[in-house]
T-cell receptor, first 114, second 111 residues
Framework: EAQVTQNPRYLITVTGKKLTVTCSQNMNHEYMSWYRQDPGLGLRQIYYSMNVEVTDKGDVPEGYKVSRKEKRNFPLILESPSPNQTSLYFC?????????????FGPGTRLTVL | TQLLEQSPQFLSIQEGENLTVYCNSSSVFSSLQWYRQEPGEGPVLLVTVVTGGEVKKLKRLTFQFGDARKDSSLHITAAQPGDTGLYLCAGPPEYGNKLVFGAGTILRVKS
């Protein structure tokens, strides 16, 4: 089954404790991205990757890091989480970078930073 | 300020009623997508409209792209409880490639 998986689905942590949210897709998609979703603000792009070893900042990259060592995986790293990073996070993949391509989303990771 | 403004933000209706959700911008978009997101899940694509004035139908859902490609609407006929969810519009501005999202419309259909 074609899908994007994220882990964990729920995470409660404390300020400053490094964490990683994993993302994996099995559709051989080149383009992957991370979004955060906050009430009233919709989905905002954090980082994206056009292909292996190619990553770039989205609209709200501060406080986040990513890596793309393999085509299928695109982990999101919070080196020192802060309460303002409490949010619902989605990983997405698509065939290419064009905004016309369908985005396939993972199920989301709800992060709470105390 | 959102590049794509959706209205209404929240809609609660009875089963069988009709409704329209709007997605507006002051910018031109080369295409617009509509996604539906159910609680606990990621958004799922419903449709992509590409040509100004284009109308697409998906069972009881009708999507329209404005002639000037600055707005879009989603009309649901005879809404059912299964239509409940968050509806998001998204698209790449004409002079850009990145997908931008509206804040969404929360639809609740009561039986």
């Amino acid at each position: 089954e074609a899908q994007v998986t994220q882990n964990p689905r729920y995470l409660i942590t404390v300020t400053g404790k490094k964490l990683t949210v994993t993302c994996s897709q099995n559709m051989n998609h080149e383009y992957m991205s991370w979004y955060r979703q906050d009430p009233g603000l919709g989905l905002r792009q954090i980082y994206y990757s056009m292909n292996v070893e190619v990553t770039d900042k989205g609209d709200v990259p501060e406080g986040y890091k990513v890596s793309r060592k393999e085509k299928r995986n695109f982990p999101l790293i919070l080196e020192s989480p802060s309460p303002n990073q409490t949010s619902l996070y989605f990983c997405a993949s698509s065939l290419g970078a064009s905004g016309r391509n369908e985005q396939f989303f993972g199920p989301g990771t709800r992060l709470t930073v105390l | 300020t959102q590049l794509l403004e959706q209205s209404p933000q929240f809609l609660s209706i009875q089963e069988g009623e009709n409704l329209t959700v709007y997605c507006n911008s002051s910018s031109v978009f080369s295409s617009l997508q509509w996604y539906r997101q159910e609680p606990g899940e990621g958004p799922v694509l419903l449709v992509t409209v590409v040509t100004g004035g284009e109308v697409k139908k998906l069972k009881r859902l009708t999507f329209q792209f404005g002639d000037a490609r600055k707005d879009s609407s989603l009309h649901i006929t005879a809404a059912q409880p299964g239509d409940t969810g968050l509806y998001l519009c998204a698209g790449p501005p004409e002079y850009g490639n990145k997908l931008v999202f509206g804040a969404g419309t929360i639809l609740r259909v009561k039986s």
